[in-house]
């Protein structure tokens, strides 16, 4: 079976910091992967996705990045950190191909707290 | 309109209700929908799939009306422990195949 993996669970960082995100999918080859943060109180933002190694795509404009070094290996990038960064951020993955947008599968987030 | 829009609750009702939400979206040729619940500080969970007219599973109901380009979801028999947050999630209007959008979510309580 397929499993989602991201860490850390909780990151409290100061304001102009680097930020690096993991996240790991096991089970599966070749999936979609996606990066979106949840704002308090507010719904799913959709940041980055990918279809294969390399291949990003960025869905806002912000001081994120993301990188696809590996097949299941998805992660997210900053060189400074705003306040505004704080969030709920969830990684998650779906399976490639069929005229369906296939459902999407979350890891358990990172909670990132911005001082 | 937008893409996808949910009445965001909340909600109460007592144990053992039947509740039902609603949700609209814009693009008329989706050909999949699903419905996800979030628990607080969790991540999403895939609650149902809806492909054609819709889909039951147990006390669940999703029906799609692609007519008025509405979604519904049915819950008998509530339980406690149904108490969440319920997404309805569509294709984007000229998005990427595999993309999704996600409604706000529209908030559960259930008491006792």
């Known amino acids: 079976s397929q499993t989602i993996h991201q860490w850390p669970a909780t990151l409290v960082q100061p304001v102009g910091s680097p930020l690096s995100l993991e996240c790991t999918v096991e089970g599966t080859s070749n999936p979609n992967l996606y990066w979106y943060r949840q704002a308090a109180g507010r719904g799913l933002q959709l940041l980055f996705y990918?279809?294969?190694?390399?291949?990003i795509s960025s869905e806002v404009p912000q001081n994120l990045s993301a990188s696809r070094p590996q097949d299941r290996q998805f992660i997210l990038s900053s060189k400074k950190l705003l306040l505004s960064d704080s969030g709920f951020y969830l990684c998650?993955?779906?399976?490639?191909?069929?005229?369906?947008?296939?459902?999407?599968?979350f890891g358990p987030g990172t909670r990132l707290t911005v001082l | 309109r937008k893409e996808v829009e949910q009445d965001p609750g909340p909600f109460n009702v007592p144990e053992g209700a039947t509740v039902a939400f609603n949700c609209t979206y814009s693009?008329?040729?989706?050909?999949?929908f699903f419905w996800y619940r979030q628990d607080c500080r969790k991540e999403p969970k895939l609650l149902m799939s809806?492909?054609?007219s819709g889909n039951e599973d147990g006390r669940f109901t999703a029906q799609l009306n692609r007519a008025s380009q509405y979604i519904s979801l049915l819950i008998r028999d509530s339980k406690l422990s149904d108490s969440a947050t319920y997404l309805c999630v569509v294709p984007p209007l000229g998005g990427s195949q595999g993309n999704l959008i996600f409604g706000k979510g529209t908030k559960l309580s259930v008491k006792p």
């Open positions: 998650a993955w779906s399976q490639l191909g069929g005229l369906a947008n296939n459902e999407q599968f």
């Open positions: 809806v492909y054609s």
């Open positions: 990918s279809v294969g190694i390399g291949q």
């Open positions: 693009n008329s040729a989706s050909q999949s």
